[in-house]
C-alpha cells in the first residue's frame, strides 16, 4: 500500500509537487517536521487571516463538537443561529439580512450564481440565466464557478464541461455595455465580479468611474451585482469588505477563506432581503453541511478574534507598512512591473511573463523560508501575492520584504 512518505500524489493529484511536511503552526509562523520555521506571508493561501494556533478557535469547535450533534441545515442550532446574527448585524452590509453557509469559495460562488438565477425564476424571468464574468478572474473549481471565471490555467481541458457565459476584460464597462446590449439584457441574470481581482489577476483594481458605470447599466438592466469576497472579505484589504472600496452596492455577496481562517471549512452568501422575499424552499437546496454547528462555532471565534484585537484596523495599517516597504525595495527593479492592492492583499506582478518566473520566486522565497503566493493568469502570467495574517509585525515586515528582494534577484539571475 503506498504511503504519504513514497506517494505524494495520496495527498495531491499532482506528481512531483512535495512541499514541507507541515506539523504545526503560531502566529505568522509554520513549524516542519524536521524544525523548520517558514514566514507564512501568504496566509496559506490567503485564508489565515488571525494568525496560527489560535486555541480560542479550537476550544470552540470542540464545544460544539463535544454537546452537539448534527442536525439538518433547516433548523436553528445555538452556533449556526449565532454566526448568522454575528454577520447580519456586524460584519454585513446595511440591508443584507440573509446567509445562507457553504463548506467553502467555490460553493459559495456556484451558490451564488444559483441564488441570482432562482430569484428571477421566482420573479417571473425565466429567460433571465447568464452571468457575465471578467477576464482575468477567478471563482472556484466546481463547473458553475469555473464557468463563470476566467483563470485560463485553471480551465484549461475543462472547457466541454462548462456553460459558455459571457466574459468582459476587468477594467471595461464599455465592453461590458456593449456584452449587455450583444446578448440581450433580458437574458442576464447577474455580474460577477472579484472587488480587487485575487489569484487570477494579483489584485487588479479598476478605477471609481469603472464601478460607478457598472453600477448604472447593471442597475437600468436589472441585472444582479454579484461580489466574490472569497479572498477579499472579513478586513483582508483593511475594510470589513473589498467592494467597500469603491463606489458598488453589491445585491449578493459570497466569502469563504477568512471566515473560518483556516480553522474550518466554511463559507457563505448574504443576500438583500429583495433578493430571498419571494424564493420557494424547495427552489434553494441545501448542502449537507451547510451551517455545521461546529463550523460555524469555529467561524464565529474567528470573527470574535478579528473583532477584539481590531483586526480589520490593523490589516489597514500594517498594509500600508508593507507596500511602503516594498516599494522601497523593489521599485524600479527592472523585473517588477507594478506593486499594487490594499490593506494586507498585496501583489507584485513581474516580467518576463513566460508563466515561468513567478514560480521560481516563490520557489527562492521558500529556500529562504518565506511563503509566498504565486499568482497569475493572462494577461497578467507572472505575479506573486502576500496575504499574510493580520497580526503580521514591523519586524516580520522586515525580514518578508527582505526575503522576498533577494528571492527576486536571485530567480532573475538563474534566468
Ligand atoms: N473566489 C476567489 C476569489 C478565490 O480566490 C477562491 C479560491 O482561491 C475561490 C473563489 C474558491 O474558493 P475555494 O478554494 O474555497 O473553493
Avoid at 514566514?39 to 486555541?55: E, F, Q, S, W, Y
Avoid at 464597462?173 to 489577476?201: H, Q
Avoid at 471549512?265 to 432581503?273: K, L, R
Avoid at 527592472?334 to 521560481?360: H, K, N, Q, Y
Wanted: charged share 20%; with cysteine.
Amino acid at each position: 500500500m503506498p504511503s504519504t512518505e513514497t506517494d505524494p500524489n495520496r495527498i495531491h493529484f499532482v506528481p512531483g509537487t512535495r512541499g514541507p511536511n507541515i506539523v504545526g503552526g503560531d502566529g505568522c509562523w509554520l513549524r516542519t517536521d524536521d524544525g523548520r520555521r517558514i514566514l507564512d506571508a501568504a496566509g496559506g493561501a490567503i485564508v489565515a487571516n488571525i494568525g496560527h494556533g489560535r486555541t480560542v478557535v479550537a476550544d470552540a469547535v470542540r464545544d460544539a463538537l463535544a454537546g452537539g450533534a448534527y442536525v439538518v441545515p433547516i433548523w436553528p442550532t445555538p452556533h449556526r443561529a449565532r454566526l448568522h446574527d454575528q454577520l447580519v448585524e456586524r460584519w454585513l452590509p446595511d440591508g443584507m439580512g440573509h446567509v445562507f453557509f457553504t463548506s467553502g469559495g467555490s460553493e459559495s460562488a456556484d451558490s451564488a450564481v444559483r441564488l441570482a438565477r432562482a430569484f428571477h425564476v421566482a420573479n417571473g424571468r425565466p429567460e433571465r440565466w447568464k452571468v457575465i464574468g471578467r477576464h482575468p478572474s477567478y471563482h472556484g473549481i466546481t463547473l458553475g464557478a469555473l464557468a463563470a471565471g476566467s483563470h485560463s490555467r485553471r480551465r484549461d481541458g475543462y472547457e466541454p464541461l462548462l456553460l459558455d457565459f459571457p466574459k468582459v476584460p476587468w477594467d471595461d464597462a464599455s465592453a461590458l455595455r456593449e456584452v449587455i446590449e450583444r446578448e440581450g439584457a433580458a437574458t442576464i441574470a447577474g455580474f460577477l465580479f472579484e472587488p480587487i481581482t485575487g489569484a487570477a489577476g494579483a489584485c487588479l483594481a479598476p478605477s471609481d468611474d469603472y464601478w460607478q458605470a457598472v453600477e448604472d447599466v447593471c442597475r437600468r438592466h436589472g441585472i444582479l451585482l454579484i461580489a466574490d469576497e472569497v479572498m477579499t472579505g472579513f478586513g483582508r484589504t483593511g475594510l470589513r469588505w473589498g467592494h467597500q472600496h469603491f463606489p458598488i452596492t453589491p445585491d449578493i455577496i459570497f466569502g469563504g477563506k477568512g471566515l473560518g481562517g483556516g480553522y474550518v471549512p466554511i463559507g457563505m452568501v448574504a443576500a438583500t432581503d429583495e433578493i430571498v422575499a419571494d424564493l420557494h424552499g424547495s427552489g434553494f437546496m441545501f448542502f449537507t453541511f451547510t451551517g455545521s454547528d461546529a463550523m460555524c462555532a469555529g467561524a464565529g471565534a474567528v470573527l470574535d478574534v478579528l473583532e477584539s484585537e481590531h483586526l480589520v484596523e490593523r490589516s489597514a495599517a500594517m498594509g500600508d507598512l508593507l507596500a511602503d516597504r516594498l516599494r522601497d525595495a523593489l521599485d524600479g527593479q527592472e523585473v517588477v512591473v507594478e506593486i499594487r492592492g490594499r490593506g494586507l492583499f498585496l501583489g507584485v506582478e513581474l516580467t518576463p511573463s513566460d508563466g515561468r518566473f513567478a514560480a521560481a520566486v516563490v520557489g527562492e522565497c521558500l529556500a529562504r523560508d518565506v511563503w509566498i503566493y504565486p499568482a497569475g493568469s493572462a494577461p497578467v502570467p507572472d505575479a506573486v501575492m502576500i496575504g499574510c495574517p493580520f497580526t503580521i509585525s514591523e519586524a516580520e515586515i522586515e525580514l518578508l520584504v527582505e526575503t522576498l528582494a533577494a528571492a527576486i534577484d536571485a530567480a532573475a539571475a538563474a534566468r
